[in-house]
Nanobody
């Protein structure tokens, strides 16, 4: 399975973007990590296959919304009220099989290529 992330770009602070992650086959838990310049990669959000379980990391809670369309094997990350500190390369991730969701990158079997989000002040 391959993951194709898209939707990144340049936006002003306070603006919105929607990222998409299209999988070439069936996946289970799907999520997003990000890595800002000079910083370590960090967990952003994850959603279970059913959509019944969703986690967000505190900095994005209330501003980002994750969702998925299993018929399209696609996950989305709607980002609103963007801040300059949200600037990063965003990577989508997915589980190959049904297993507990995790905030650890090592848990995920598939990684997308990353899409750059730049928020100007």
């Amino acid at each position: 399975v391959q993951l194709q992330a898209s939707g990144g770009g340049l936006v002003q602070a306070g603006g919105s973007l929607r990222l998409s992650c299209a999988a070439s086959g069936r996946t289970y838990g799907m999520g997003w990590f990000r890595q800002a310049p000079g910083k370590e990669r960090e967990f952003v959000s994850v959603i279970s296959w059913s959509g019944g379980t969703i986690w967000y990391e505190e900095p994005v809670q209330g501003r980002f919304t994750i969702s998925r369309d299993n018929a399209k094997n696609t996950a989305y990350l709607q980002m609103t009220s963007l801040k300059p500190e949200d600037t990063a390369v965003y990577y989508c991730v997915a589980h190959q099989r049904l297993k507990p969701l995790s905030k650890e990158g090592t848990s995920y079997d598939y990684w997308g290529q990353g899409t750059l989000v730049t928020v100007s002040s």
